[in-house]
Every structure is written in C-alpha cells, then in structure tokens.
C-alpha cells in the first residue's frame, strides 16, 4: 500500500510518448486513496480534481506551482496541512480552519 509519494523533476512517459503537461499525467493518480502524504513542485500543476478521491490524504506539498483553485481539497477529511507558497490560489477559505496553510 503506498502511503507517501514524491516527485523530483517530474517526467512522464506514456507508451513511449513524453508528456510535457504535468496536468495530462496527474488522472493517473486519482486512485491513489491510501496516500497520506504527496509532494509535487516545480511543475505547473493547475489542477486539483485528480485528488479528490485521496481520503486518507493528510499532507500536501504544492510548492511552485500554477495552483489557483482549491476547492477539490475542501472534500479531503483528513488533510492537515497544505503547502501552497507560490502558487496563485484565491480561494484559501474554503479550508477549515483545522488545515494549516502554509
């Protein structure tokens, strides 16, 4: 059961095709639910839905991204911390206030 992912200079290969949004690969992921922690940055990543299935998800390291909406994370019951430094997100409210943001 995988519990914590983390990406380094993301690069995806899908039948030998190279994928140079990360956005296109992330659906892969959606059925990840046993994580509890993942990390991605420095990648472009805009879109959350993909995780919004990640019930067990408690950290969350989004650094450096292109992140403006957050809503999907709003449905995550066991997510505690959200790191979001530079990315544009303008929703942050949608969090309870038990998830720090940092």
Do not use: C
Request: no cysteine; proline share 3%; net charge negative.
């Amino acid at each position: 059961m995988l519990e914590h992912l983390t990406f380094e200079q993301p690069y995806f290969s899908i039948n030998n095709t190279s994928v140079t949004e990360v956005d296109q690969m992330m659906p892969y992921f959606a059925n990840m639910s046993a994580l509890r922690s993942f990390t991605l940055q420095d990648s472009n990543l805009a879109s959350l839905e993909f995780m919004s299935n990640w019930q067990a998800i408690e950290e969350l390291h989004l650094e450096n991204n292109a992140i403006s909406n957050i809503e999907t994370l709003s449905q995550l019951p066991n997510l505690q911390k959200v790191y979001l430094s530079g990315n544009s997100v303008q929703n942050r409210s949608v969090l309870g206030a038990d998830v720090h943001v940092y």
